[in-house]
Nanobody
Framework: QVQLVESGGGSVQSGGSLRLSCAAS????????MAWFRQAPGKGREGVAA???????VYGDSVKGRFTISQDNAKNTLYLKMNSLEAEDTAMYYC??????????????????WGQGTQVTVSS
């Protein structure tokens, strides 16, 4: 079955960097669109970045210029490189997958499969 396992979260000071990974299994990775979402305590889920099955990327306004989404199809792994982290980036980060393309890459409802999440904490 489809499995998404995130890793790479942790605690970092403001201005620091982290790289999240999402190891995917149980499906043909190359035909899926993948995304990162986050949810902070007391807030709704937010689309952070996504990459569709053709490699096109899209970013949430709050992370543009600071975060980069990428993937290694040979390893079935999705990445999120996060630079210039701010306290407002503190959240649980989730990896998500859906088969094929969508015009709603940053909408959570567009995704069928989710990982368990990895916590990112940024201290100011």
């Amino acid at each position: 079955q489809v499995q998404l396992v995130e890793s790479g979260g942790g605690s970092v000071q403001s201005g620091g960097s982290l790289r999240l990974s999402c190891a995917a299994s149980g499906f043909t990775y190359s035909i899926y669109s993948m995304a990162w979402f986050r949810q902070a305590p007391g807030k709704g889920r937010e689309g952070v970045a996504a990459i569709d099955s053709d490699g096109s990327t899209v970013y949430g306004d709050s992370v543009k210029g600071r975060f980069t989404i990428s993937q290694d199809n040979a390893k079935n792994t999705l990445y999120l490189k996060m630079n210039s982290l701010e306290a407002e980036d503190t959240a649980m980060y989730y990896c998500a997958a859906r088969r094929g393309k969508t015009s709603y890459l940053l909408r959570g409802w567009a995704y069928n499969f989710w990982g368990q999440g990895t916590q990112v904490t940024v201290s100011s």
